[in-house]
């Protein structure tokens, strides 16, 4: 098990009573001492190891963490969220499952749907299945954040999932990710221009091309990045890459 920011160790002395074994990654040298000092018998059983520096920057690899061998649990440090998921779904060593506190707002957003989808939305469902578990209201905190949480699970893919499209020719997720995700970027680049503007500039495309392409599709004219699914995205890189 992997905690990323134990902090004094509240859910740490759980996790330690029901994991093999977990490694906390802190960054803050006093809640370390504290740890250290407070979890010294787990310690020495190699219960807990404790593991110092930026949960970001570490390498999980030399810490023995490979593909699907381990499974992360933490409450995590808002301020670290979208990268915290950039790095364990996309770049790896990818965890079996993710379960973790977060901001509400950054929650939904991850399961989003069709007309509010996003960039983080994408990652999320194209490499796990993502559920709210519950929420948590700043009554839970002390001292009280100004924003409520929620504790979220995800269940990653060890395969990349064919997924279910209206359009014939998806055939599951056979686009290039990066490329994906490339033309992701642009199309979400000014969310007030409709996706054409941004595609047709960021590809260096003639605009009637691109529209082109969407009435191919059945899309409007005027659709914006937010309104389109994973599948979208994927049949949409495909077409742009013949």
Do not use: C
Request: charged share 25%; glycine share 6%; net charge negative.
């Amino acid at each position: 098990m992997l905690e990323i920011g134990p902090g004094l160790g509240v859910l740490t002395s759980e996790l330690v009573i029901n994991a093999k074994q977990v490694i906390a990654v802190e960054v803050d040298r006093q809640a370390i001492k504290y740890l250290n000092d407070n979890f010294s018998e787990e310690i020495k059983a190699e219960k807990l190891r404790i593991v110092e520096g930026d949960a970001l920057r570490i390498n999980y690899k030399a810490q023995g963490l490979e593909d699907f061998n381990f499974k992360i649990v933490a409450n995590l440090p808002y301020s670290i969220t979208s990268h915290f998921f950039k790095n364990f779904l996309e770049l790896g060593p990818k965890p079996e499952e993710i379960v973790v506190m977060i901001q509400y707002e950054v929650a939904k957003r991850m399961i989003a749907e069709p007309g509010e989808m996003n960039l983080l939305a994408l990652s999320v469902q194209l490499y796990s299945e993502a559920e709210i578990l519950f929420k948590v209201p700043p009554q839970s905190f002390w001292p009280e954040p100004e924003v409520d949480s929620a504790v979220v699970r995800l269940v990653l893919n060890k395969e990349l999932p064919a997924r279910n499209a209206s359009h014939s020719d998806v055939g599951g997720v056979n686009a290039d990710i990066k490329q994906m995700f490339r033309v992701a970027k642009m199309g979400f680049s000014s969310k007030r221009k409709q996706l054409h503007n941004n595609l047709s500039s960021g590809l260096k495309l003639k605009t009637d091309a691109v529209k082109g392409i969407f009435a191919g599709f059945g899309w409007r004219e005027d659709i914006r990045a937010q309104d389109l699914s994973l599948e979208d995205w994927i049949l949409l890189t495909k077409t742009l890459n013949h």
